[in-house]
Antibody
Framework: EVQLVESGGGLIQPGGSLRLSCAASGITVTTSYMNWVRQAPGKGLEWVSVIYGGGTTKYADSVKGRFTTSRDTSKNTLHLQMNSLRDDDTAVYYC???????????WGQGTLVTVSS | DIQMTQSPSPLSASVGDRVTITCRASQGIRNDLGWYQQKPGKAPKRLIYAASSLQSGVPSRFSGSGSGTEFTLTISCLQPEDFATYYCLQYNSDPWTFGQGTKVEVK
């Protein structure tokens, strides 16, 4: 069974930093492409970033230069380092894994990040 | 950036209806499009990938079509569990972009 479990969310002041983690089991973060998707309260889905199997990363314009996606292959874990947080970064952050070979698509349960003073 | 525009929003329908949601891309994206269903308080679930391929385990009443700039998601016979919000996502070019969502609500 595939599981993606996010952690690291919480309340943070504007300008602060937070690191989200996504522990994967049943899929390997290096042979899948892994995304972060967020959803502000009452709003639609917003794609945040992708890291491809080869390690290339891409970001939404709204987070470029502030957020960094990385992975720890020894722990089969994905990370999202979020710096210079703003009020409009408040959202539930989902980790999403897609296995290219099978087109299977898996989502975590999400972790809430609240940016507020 | 590629803009994805969904219509209609919202969509009022009844159980048993045939429902069609459209997603238009601001430029051609080949067939690099997925459709997602989200229910309140839950993570989204992908229904369709590559514009028309049904995700494993998804009921066959869901279907997708289109290529280039215009895409549709069709539910052939709406079931009670299908009342939800639907999103398209283009992954043809960075940054990937979602449509704004279409809420399918009870008529």
């Amino acid at each position: 069974e595939v599981q993606l479990v996010e952690s690291g969310g919480g309340l943070i002041q504007p300008g602060g930093s937070l690191r989200l983690s996504c522990a994967a089991s049943g899929i390997t973060v290096t042979t899948s492409y892994m995304n972060w998707v967020r959803q502000a309260p009452g709003k639609g889905l917003e794609w945040v970033s992708v890291i491809y199997g080869g390690g290339t990363t891409k970001y939404a314009d709204s987070v470029k230069g502030r957020f960094t996606t990385s992975r720890d292959t020894s722990k089969n874990t994905l990370h999202l380092q979020m710096n210079s947080l703003r009020d409009d970064d408040t959202a539930v952050y989902y980790c999403v894994g897609t296995v290219a070979a099978t087109a299977a698509d898996y989502w975590g349960q999400g972790t809430l990040v609240t940016v507020s003073s | 950036d590629i803009q994805m525009t969904q219509s209609p929003s919202p969509l009022s329908a009844s159980v048993g209806d045939r429902v069609t949601i459209t997603c238009r891309a601001s430029q051609g994206i080949r067939n690099d499009l997925g459709w997602y269903q989200q229910k309140p308080g839950k993570a989204p679930k992908r229904l369709i990938y590559a514009a028309s391929s049904l995700q494993s385990g998804v009921p066959s009443r869901f279907s997708g079509s289109g290529s280039g700039t215009e895409f549709t998601l069709t539910i052939s016979c709406l079931q009670p569990e299908d009342f939800a919000t639907y999103y398209c996502l283009q992954y043809n070019s960075d940054p990937w972009t979602f449509g704004q969502g279409t809420k399918v609500e009870v008529k």
